[in-house]
């Protein structure tokens, strides 16, 4: 069994920075994308940023610049560095780990969210 664990979220002024972690647990062979998703009320979940386990990376032109993305394959765990924190910003993040090879066979996977809330 696969589990993503999610932890970072909270309550931060605009202007401010917010680091998130998502570690992948289980017997897991390989993991082809991590990246991470938000949703906010009344919204599509869209994808926030994305890494392959080679380093490329796809971010959401509304994150760009503010936004950094890392990935540690050995661990199978992926950040996401949140600078310059914007109330729009706000909306649960959902780690995803996609082609995940265990000995389950190959699927993609959620975390369960964190909740990130930029307000004065």
């Known amino acids: 069994q696969v589990q993503l664990v999610e932890s970072g979220g909270g309550l931060v002024q605009p202007g401010g920075s917010l680091r998130l972690s998502c570690a992948a647990s289980?017997?897991?062979?390989?993991?082809?994308?991590m990246g991470w998703y938000r949703q906010a009320p009344g919204k599509q979940r869209e994808l926030v940023a994305a890494?392959?386990?080679?380093?490329?990376?796809n971010y959401a032109d509304s994150v760009k610049g503010r936004f950094t993305i890392s990935r540690l394959n050995a661990r199978y765990t992926v950040y996401l560095q949140m600078n310059s924190l914007k109330p729009e910003d706000t909306a649960d993040y959902y780690c995803?780990?996609?082609?995940?090879?265990?000995?389950?066979?190959?699927?993609?996977?959620w975390g369960q969210g964190t909740q990130v809330t930029v307000s004065s």
């Open positions: 995803n780990a996609g082609r995940v090879v265990s000995a389950a066979g190959s699927y993609d996977y």
């Open positions: 890494i392959t386990g080679g380093g490329s990376k």
């Open positions: 289980g017997s897991i062979f390989s993991i082809y994308t």
